[in-house]
């Protein structure tokens, strides 16, 4: 299993490599760069002071290109070329792109994120302010998908192709087909005061005044606040992990050790949950990890947007709309190197709930 763990390591070098690799080729391409943006709202004499507040960071995060090659800028003409230079230094622009890949990727082997394009603080702060919304969004939703959809896989299974098998699976697949940004919209018409009922705030974690309530008014404040969006996420849940459920178990029931328990003598509850259970429970529980990260990335980002959660698919959005490069690579390094961490825990957990299963000896 050393081995086995090792070489996973080893491969996450070269596929986190490639992953920067990959996005920072593509932001040479997109236009609308940070120097372009200011260069732009200099035009604009209102909004470039509240905007322009200097280019921190940008030797630890100048992944993105910023213009045309040259520094011929759209909308530069009339300006002081040496202050379009001194705008690319400060954003790290004025390497070719190769150093600047290279020096990213220097820094970020030693988690040196460099500070944000638009906001006085650095990219691990800024992810560490954010990250307990999209903790918060990602373990509810998770809990409840698994609290939901284990009990029905396991009924499904065992009532399998009776009428509340189907009936169930109908809802299921309705639920599936419809995109978690939508479910979120209707809740929000019809609970959050859209267009009938004012049952739940329409925006984010907690009230104005919660440092101001009891800790028990805290709780119900904190989960009022929260149904609505870890709702909206844990729809699409449902399915996947119920039909995965119910699968597990109509496998293990059918399986010669099952019949031989009965045929012992014992109970049909026995034979579910004393035998069939833990088997068939493995690839669900074992999957708890990866569920969670999956939540946790894709699920949280257009559910912040809609619901107004200042958390990381939030903070996400907004970075690549304004090109805030550092943050979006920053954000991009850990995320990937998160999620393989992450995988390899699930498989380990595979082996720490079946000894049976051997990485090792199937690798080689």
């Known amino acids: 299993m050393g081995a086995y763990i090792l070489r996973r390591i080893l491969l996450m070098i070269p596929t986190l490599l490639g992953i920067m690799a990959i996005n920072f080729a593509v932001i040479q391409f997109a236009p609308g760069g940070p120097v372009q943006q200011i260069i732009s709202q200099l035009n604009d004499p ?25 520094g011929d ?13 001194d705008l690319e ?25 460099g500070e944000s394009y638009y906001r006085s603080i ?40 009776s009428v509340f098998d189907a009936w169930t699976s109908g809802l299921v697949i309705v639920g599936y087909a419809i995109p978690g940004f939508l479910f979120a919209v209707m809740l929000l018409i019809f609970f959050a005061g859209g267009s009938y009922f004012q049952w739940f705030p329409l925006r984010g974690l907690v009230s104005d005044d919660f440092h101001r309530l ?14 609505l969006p870890v ?9 996947t992990l119920t039909l995965l459920t119910k699968n597990s178990f109509l496998d293990e029931i059918r399986k010669q050790y099952v019949m031989t328990a009965r045929a012992k003598g014992l109970t049909e509850r026995r034979v579910l949950y004393g035998h069939v259970f833990r088997n068939a ?7 708890f990890p990866g569920a ?3 939540i946790f990335f894709t699920g949280a980002f257009i559910i912040e947007i809609v619901f107004s959660l200042d958390g990381l698919g939030l903070l996400g959005y907004e970075s690549v709309v304004n090109r805030d490069y550092p943050v979006v690579f920053g954000t991009l390094y850990l995320f990937s190197l998160l999620g393989m961490v992450v995988k390899l825990i699930s498989d380990l957990t595979y082996v720490w709930i079946d000894p049976r299963i051997d990485f090792e000896s199937r690798a080689t």
């Open 73 to 85: 800028y759209r909308g530069a003409q009339g300006l002081d070329p040496d202050f379009i230079a």
């Open 46 to 70: 209102a909004s470039a002071t509240d905007r322009f507040t200097g280019g921190g960071g940008g030797e630890a995060g100048g992944g993105g290109g910023g213009g045309a090659p040259g």
């Open 89 to 113: 230094r400060q954003f790290g622009f004025d390497k070719p792109p190769l150093e600047r890949f290279g020096l990213m990727i220097w820094n970020y082997l030693r988690f040196d994120f």
């Open 292 to 294: 969670f990260i999956s």
């Open 214 to 227: 009891s800790t028990g008014m805290q709780i119900v404040d904190y989960f009022h606040h929260i149904a």
């Open 231 to 239: 709702l909206a996420m844990a729809i699409s849940g449902f399915a």
């Open 122 to 161: 650095s990219v691990i702060d800024l992810i560490v302010e954010k990250m307990p919304v999209s903790i918060s969004l990602g373990l509810w939703t998770t809990l409840l998908a698994y609290l939901v959809s284990i009990p029905l896989g396991i009924r499904k299974a065992v009532r399998d192709g």
């Open 281 to 287: 429970m493995l690839i669900v529980i074992a999957g």
